[in-house]
């Protein structure tokens, strides 16, 4: 990558001056900021939200230049924050955003004042969610926990690989197994509830691979959308003498259609 000159496009403004007795006035060290490129990207971002219905945050840990918040507000749902101090900075400079909090861990004598600030707050363990959500939830925050898949997608980087074996990011499947009851469940957004099951005796001719069984009590489907993304569990039970077999499936709803031949999940 080559350096950029007065002849690229960005830096046409200042053909008539002279760039060292420009910059010899201004205070070191400092950063150049084009207003029109970061007014532009705000503008992707705001039509990529249009697009999908998602909200787009500004990550403070990578931008907190604060004197640019009022720029970029319009395009932006609101900030990110890591910590006290970022939700602080994120309330203040742009009070008219959300302000979504994620932090490895807590503290106690923090807390209290961080709920003046967050809307969304993201717990890192079971154990702080079971600390500090009851009184999130008091205050009438919105609560998330952060899964730990454990699936990396990239390889020679361990150490900045949140789903790295070791990692202490998020909540793995076997923690979650051990330390998650249904109290601490329910502090979380969405609801953890069957919204339908039915019970039939079925009868399979030989060489029949299919049949079609009607879910009786279908109704209140919420569906997916990135900042609620409701998943539900569709579990299939069969039973043949003492023999039985088990499937299990988790799927999401963007769309719920009923019509009268029947109910049609996401289309189908």
Known sequence: MGYKTLQDPQFAGLGNYDPKALFAELPTPAYVIDQERLRENGQVLA????RTGCKVLLAQKAFSNYDFYPLLAPYLAGTEASGLYEARLGKEEMPQGEVHVFCGAYRKDEFEELLQYADH?????IHQLKAFGPRGKQA?????????????TQEGHAIYDPCAPGSRMGVTRDVWDKEMDE???????????P???????????AG???VEIALDGLEGIALWQLDAPALYEAELTLKTGAATDRACRRLGFRESRFTPEGYYPNGH
């Not at 707050?121 to 363990?125: D, T």
């Not at 009438?140 to 990396?152: T, V, W």
């Open 208 to 210: 029949e691979q299919r």
């Open 183 to 193: 109290d601490t469940l329910a502090l979380l957004d969405g609801s953890k509830k």
């Open 121 to 125: 707050i993201v717990f890192n363990s």
């Open 140 to 152: 009438g925050k919105s609560l998330g926990l952060r899964i730990n898949p454990q699936c990396s």
């Open 195 to 205: 919204v339908a099951c039915t019970e039939k005796q079925i009868e399979l001719c």
């Open 47 to 50: 039509a990529l939200a249009e």
